[in-house]
């Protein structure tokens, strides 16, 4: 499958690596950056295309893979399912305004095209698309960070809580780092509450999730190492991302 990739930092990084590395069955064909310097460097590692516009990205992806910025979601999604191209979205906190999303979904639809969702940066994610068809009773997420992670500088030990609210103003507070209670929402089709917190004692983000509903009782905690490129993205995104383009064409598919 060909492949194009919309926004060349850290996230692309990591999947032209793991092409490199021979850990992706996909190709990686095009590639597409407001800063095409971010672009060409990108594209001359797999000796892909560099896209100066969306439309030259369009024509040489099978699939395109936003891994740029909710801008980009708003700007260019619809775009791109209106040419009837699949679409795996990263920038997940983009589709929390419901207005879009189901602009984006019908649109979708119209063209035959389908837009997906990747696990992301936190865990057990099949685990709650299962416990919908019950009853969802509550969904919360902890979020932690080392300061920088959150554009903080903390002096001593004492952490800081950054936002205490439901996921559909965190994405929009912190449109960079809570792509995960997007995700978490979206799944359970609940509106998560979500808490930020600055922490100076950890190292790596991360993200524990408490549900509970007519199924039992979920609890999980994703303790994520950072990108070497961005310290608000997980690698596990990035891993995310390759698996689920993996997924697409494995004939046994593990999970649902
Ligand atoms: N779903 C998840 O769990 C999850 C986890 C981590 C990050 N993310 C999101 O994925 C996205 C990418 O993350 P990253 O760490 O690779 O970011 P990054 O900042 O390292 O790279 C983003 C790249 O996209 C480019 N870009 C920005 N807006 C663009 C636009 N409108 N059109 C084209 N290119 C554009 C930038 O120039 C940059 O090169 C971010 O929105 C981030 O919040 C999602």
Redesign the pocket.
Known sequence: MKVGI???????NTLVRFKLEDKLNVDLTCF????ID?ATKLAKKVNAQVANSIEELIKNSELILE??????VR?SIPQILKSGTNVII???GALLDTDFKANIESIAKENNSTIYL?T??ITGIDTVKAARLGEIESVSLITRKPPISLGQEIEGDTEKVLFEGKASEAVKEFP?NI??SS?LSLASGIDADVKIIADPKIENNTHEVHIKGTFGELVTITSNVS?P??P???ML?AFSAASLLNKLSETIQVGS
């Open positions: 919309m926004g060349c930092g850290s996230i692309a597409y950056d407001l800063n971010n891994c740029a910025s909710q801008g980009a700007g990263m920038s997940v990747p992301g940066a960079k792509n995960v995700t990108s490129d961005n608000k993205t997980s995104a």
